[in-house]
């Protein structure tokens, strides 16, 4: 598997809006916009740093990854997203090593991405994603 950088950062918050403040008029960074993934129940910001990025999740909905995620451990720190060369290569090496994923198959994620998760319980209790742009 080729990890080829950190993607981003990936931040559960209860506002995109109360979020942003933080990111942008604080700390400097380029907010880029909104995106909805409906598959996913989750509206995503992303602050571009260098070449990785921060991206702010509030979810669209109660039962959705990311509002369980806040009701079981708070707003803060969800994911980190490393970018793959290949992500079905990825995910194949990581079966064939036993590890524990949450997708079996790429889906498409903010921006068009494929991504896949590996769960937290493979990975020593940190949500982890693969991702290919």
């Given at each position: 598997?080729?990890?080829?950088?950190?993607?981003?950062?990936?931040?559960?918050?209860?506002?995109?809006?109360?979020?942003?403040n933080?990111?942008?008029d604080?700390?400097?960074?380029?907010f880029?916009?909104?995106?909805?993934?409906?598959?996913?129940?989750?509206?995503?910001?992303?602050?571009?740093?260098?070449?990785?990025?921060?991206?702010?999740?509030?979810?669209?909905?109660?039962?959705?990854?990311?509002?369980?995620?806040i009701?079981?451990?708070?707003?803060g720190?969800?994911?980190?997203?490393?970018?793959?060369?290949?992500?079905?290569?990825?995910?194949?090496?990581?079966?064939?090593?036993?590890?524990?994923?949450?997708?079996?198959?790429?889906?498409?994620?903010?921006?068009?991405?494929?991504?896949?998760?590996?769960?937290?319980?493979?990975?020593?209790?940190?949500?982890?994603?693969?991702?290919?742009?």
């Amino acid at each position: 598997m080729e990890i080829l950088k950190i993607d981003h950062l990936g931040i559960a918050v209860n506002s995109i809006d109360d979020g942003k403040n933080f990111w942008s008029d604080v700390l400097g960074l380029s907010f880029q916009g909104t995106d909805t993934v409906e598959a996913q129940k989750v509206i995503t910001a992303f602050f571009p740093v260098g070449e990785s990025e921060v991206e702010l999740l509030e979810s669209t909905s109660p039962d959705g990854p990311v509002a369980k995620f806040i009701e079981k451990k708070g707003t803060g720190f969800q994911h980190v997203a490393f970018r793959v060369a290949n992500i079905e290569d990825a995910l194949k090496e990581l079966k064939e090593k036993g590890i524990q994923l949450i997708d079996q198959q790429p889906r498409i994620g903010a921006g068009g991405a494929k991504i896949a998760f590996l769960h937290p319980k493979a990975t020593g209790g940190v949500l982890v994603e693969l991702c290919e742009r």
